[in-house]
């Protein structure tokens, strides 16, 4: 069940990061995204295990970080250990924290595992056109 | 060349983190380090690639957290990007930065990848009898 959640995660990454938009069930429910789709044949590629391996998560992070803040200036990314807890902060160079009012741009994410919550992070970043 | 000096960094932490003694040669100079020798027999495990593999350099990371300071707390990490820079820090909680007098344990490694970071950080931290 927690397995499962986790590939949900998995999958609103892709939608919502890097933009996939049809799904094909295989092993779990809607594990792998279509890349083509021609006369009927479909080619599809394993949804990335993004909450749960940090190397594929650091894929989210290159990604954001190209992403263009209204004032032209790009996301910087932090990561900060607590004990056991894992913070990913997707931020404004100048941002100075949650409730900025010059500053704005902080999406933060907590978890007991770095992936995840660098996940939870890039997931509360507004739509791309919001925030353009 | 610049594969080399990963594989090199790798053994570093192997050695300074990990604690193992006795490397063995196979594909590169020292890329095998021994868990085991009985009877002229020599059981030896690959050396991780913790300069280059993200999930493999948060095994430090995992590691570092565990080691005690001298007033009994723990390592914080974080983890910084600045364009493509990464900076990665093991710290005292309390620590306010390099140079701090009161908690003056602070780590810093710089490079452009993160689980290279880590490693950089994590090597100049003193050797466990030295922080002790």
Chains 1, 2 share one sequence.
């Not at 996939?20 to 779990?28: E, G, L, Y």
């Not at 996301?75 to 404004?92: M, N, P, R, S």
């Not at 995840?116 to 992070?121: L, R, S």
Request: with cysteine; charged share 25%.
């Amino acid at each position: 069940m927690l397995f499962e959640n986790k590939r949900n995660l998995d999958k609103k990454i892709s939608q919502q990061i890097f933009g996939n938009k049809n799904f094909v069930c295989r092993d779990s429910e809607d594990d792998y995204y279509i890349i083509n789709e021609q006369n009927g044949l479909v080619a599809y590629i394993q949804v990335p295990y993004y909450s749960t391996n940090l190397s594929t998560a650091w894929e989210i992070v290159t990604k954001i970080k190209q992403m263009q803040l209204p004032d032209g200036d790009y996301f910087e990314f932090e990561l900060h250990t607590f004990g056991d807890l894992c913070v990913a902060i997707f931020k404004h160079p100048l941002s100075t924290g949650l409730g900025d009012e010059i500053f704005p741009y902080w999406y933060e994410g907590k978890a007991y595992n770095p992936a995840e919550a660098i996940c939870q992070a890039a997931l509360k970043i507004p739509l791309r056109r919001e925030v353009e």
